[in-house]
């Protein structure tokens, strides 16, 4: 049971240049989310999904396009990389919302934008 | 909004020592509470939580009291390992998806 797998595991990027930045969960949940964490900083939500074909903004999502077409895949596009957006992402899902259940963190993607 | 908010770091301590991470937290509503741990070069996990007032949270010798009049979420452990050496996030929830976390706090415990 891999859990959540987040690809590639390091990218530096130029300026203006675009990437996907991949992640794919095998526990059927249905929640999926994007954060950023910037050195000394907690998480930030950028986007978040409630299932497939569903998406919504979090706290930070300008510079940032998500979709979900599956259950088990939900993809950050960077259309044009800018220096501020270099930070390391997490992906994670949950089963449902509510607030009372947990969400599984990938391993994490380090991204560069120079 | 929500906020959370940790004692800054690093903390280093001894092994065996007794450990208190500090967590206050701002907001509406009645907030689901935990504690996240983040080992070198790892995703967070879930390390425990609470989801009422009066709640402990326990697992692997950590604890964590919801405090509703105070606002808190203090970490405790009382015999902390080199294994143990890691970053310990506070978050809360009360939207059901998103979690907002502290900056967290890092831990070095030296043999």
């Known amino acids: 049971n891999a859990g959540v797998t987040q690809t590639p595991k390091f990218r530096i990027l130029k300026i203006g240049q675009s990437m996907t930045l991949q992640c794919t969960q095998d526990?059927?949940?249905?929640?999926m989310y994007w954060y950023r964490q910037d050195p000394g900083m907690g998480l930030k939500l950028i986007y978040y999904?409630?299932?497939?074909?569903?998406?919504d903004k979090g706290e930070v999502p300008n510079g940032y396009n998500v979709s979900r077409s599956t259950t088990e895949d939900f993809p950050l596009r960077l259309e044009l990389a800018a220096p501020s957006q270099t930070s390391v992402y997490f992906c994670?899902?949950?089963?449902?919302?509510?607030?009372?259940?947990?969400?599984?963190f990938g391993p994490g993607t380090r991204l560069t934008v120079t | 909004g929500n906020s959370v908010t940790q004692m800054e770091g690093p903390v280093t301590l001894s092994e065996e020592a007794f450990l208190t991470i500090n967590c206050t937290y701002t907001?509406?509503?009645?907030?689901?509470l935990f504690w996240y741990v983040q080992y070198p070069g790892e995703g967070l996990q879930l390390l425990l939580k609470a989801t009422k007032a009066d709640d402990k949270g326990s697992n692997k010798g950590f604890e964590a009291t919801y405090r509703k009049e105070t606002t808190s979420f203090h970490l405790e452990k009382g015999s902390v390992q080199v294994s143990d050496s890691a970053v310990y996030f506070c978050a809360l929830t009360n939207s059901g998806y998103a979690l907002n976390f502290g900056k967290g706090t890092s831990l070095l415990v030296t043999p």
């Open positions: 907001a509406t509503g009645y907030p689901s």
């Open positions: 999904s409630v299932g497939a074909g569903i998406t």
């Open positions: 994670a899902s949950s089963s449902v919302g509510g607030t009372t259940y947990e969400q599984y």
């Open positions: 526990m059927n949940h249905n929640y």
